[in-house]
């Protein structure tokens, strides 16, 4: 492990085979492996980085983590279960954020010059452009990229709003802000 100036792991937590640079701090029962933390990145507790490079002043919040991803810095790095995902200048990506990393059921497919061609089953994330927000509850499918400015939030009709206290017990999805009954155990 090389460490630059400055730098604050708590004893709790692990780093091996990791480059940190200045001004770089590790929270409690934090997981470092194999990476690159560039200047002044805050690694919050219980967060895992395994074969990263963030660029510095990248931000990973409290039980994110984050796997073969690599940041451009001044970022708020704070989805649970990122793959293979790079991530521009200035985003934000809040805690219950799902880039997904394998199209699921099969190939992925890319944009080549305005024609979707297959490249198989890739082990792939997103790629988010500069100044890209992405709220909770919002799922990206794999090999998708995120055009700079773009903010994306959930569906609001998806937030339960309102709650009727006479409705039978049983399973219910969220529509249009109520409860909808859906049958089933």
């Not at 701090?25 to 002044?40: H, Q």
């Not at 903010?151 to 409705?167: E, G, N, S, W, Y």
């Amino acid at each position: 492990v090389f460490r630059g100036r400055n730098v604050v792991v708590h004893p709790t937590a692990t780093v091996e085979a990791c480059v940190l640079g200045h001004d770089v701090s590790v929270g409690a029962y934090a997981y470092l492996r194999n990476s690159v933390l560039g200047d002044g990145c805050v690694i919050e507790q219980r967060a895992h980085v395994n074969g990263c490079a963030l660029g510095p002043r990248t931000f990973v919040s409290l039980n994110s983590s984050l796997s073969a991803c690599v940041s451009f810095g001044d970022t708020d790095a704070c989805a649970n279960g990122m793959q293979a995902c790079v991530i521009g200048p200035r985003c934000a990506l809040t805690s219950f954020a799902r880039p997904m990393d394998l199209a699921p059921g099969g190939a992925v497919r890319v944009d080549d010059g305005g024609t979707l061609r297959e490249v198989g089953e890739l082990p792939c994330g997103a790629a988010f452009g500069p100044d890209v927000f992405i709220g909770a509850d919002v799922a990206i499918a794999a090999g998708r990229a995120i055009p700079r400015g773009v903010k994306l939030v959930a569906d609001p009709a998806r937030t339960l709003t309102r709650v009727r206290q006479h409705d039978a017990p049983g399973w219910y999805a969220v529509a249009d802000g109520g409860m909808k009954p859906r049958g089933g155990r």
